[in-house]
């Protein structure tokens, strides 16, 4: 299948900085990408969806000024938690759609913890 | 996105066939069937999906039944890293509606 990368895999940051989370399409081009979180032992929640070149789409109840995401090419896609606090600690897990086709592909995950 | 109806949980011995139901019953026309597994701490895996034929590949067979009222995801022979979180998830083809909504699944336990 297709292979979706994020990086960092695992990011630890101070309360009240904030830090980014690459999500790369590395053998596609996806115009779209969607970005998720998830709590231990709970299931994944859609945050938003990212289209490129255009603003990003976001879920009901996920604050846009503190998820920032941008999409500004065909296989790249950022989430930025600004200002992150503990309750933001928990599990990215970005994944875009394969422009040529319709099956979503997942990248790994990414582990954010706010001391 | 219709919502699915999955058993929590499911045990299967190594080398049985793990079969996973799943019900969608308020599936419409236009959506098709996804099935996806998470291993634990990694990103979903695509497994397969469809539309009203079954479909097989290389890691498994979809039985959709022909009312599409529900659905089986059939790992033949389940091995021990086949033990993951399952997600069926019904979902529109194309368009702003597409995004894949996660429910919570069914944890299969493959044991010895």
């Known amino acids: 299948g297709a292979v979706v990368s994020q990086h960092p895999s695992r990011v630890i940051c101070k309360s009240g900085t904030s830090v980014k989370i690459e999500c790369r399409s590395l053998d596609f081009q996806a115009t779209t990408m969607f970005w998720y979180r998830q709590f231990p032992k709970k299931s994944l929640m859609l945050m938003a969806t990212?289209?490129?070149?255009?603003?990003?789409?976001?879920e009901q109840g996920v604050e846009k000024d503190k998820f920032l995401i941008n999409h500004a090419s065909l296989t790249l896609s950022t989430l930025t938690v600004t200002s992150a606090h503990p309750e933001d600690s928990s599990f990215y897990i970005c994944s875009a759609k394969v422009h040529s086709g319709n099956t979503i592909y997942f990248g790994e995950g990414s582990w954010l913890t706010v001391v | 996105d219709a919502k699915t109806t999955q058993p929590p949980s499911m045990d299967c011995a190594e080398g049985r066939a793990a079969n996973l139901p799943c019900n969608h019953s308020?599936?419409?026309?236009?959506?098709?069937v996804y099935w996806y597994r998470q291993i634990h701490s990694q990103g979903p895996q695509y497994i397969i999906h469809?539309?009203?034929n079954n479909e097989t590949n290389e890691m498994a067979s979809l039985i959709i039944t022909e009312d599409r009222k529900s659905s089986t995801l059939i790992l033949p022979h389940a091995t021990l890293r086949d033990t993951a979180v399952y997600y069926c998830?019904?979902?529109?083809?194309?368009?702003?509606?597409?995004?894949?909504?996660f429910g919570t699944g069914t944890r299969l336990q493959v044991t010895l």
């Open positions: 308020t599936i419409s026309g236009n959506e098709y």
């Open positions: 990212s289209n490129e070149g255009s603003k990003a789409t976001y």
């Open positions: 469809g539309l009203k």
């Open positions: 998830i019904v979902r529109f083809y194309t368009g702003t509606a597409s995004k894949l909504t």
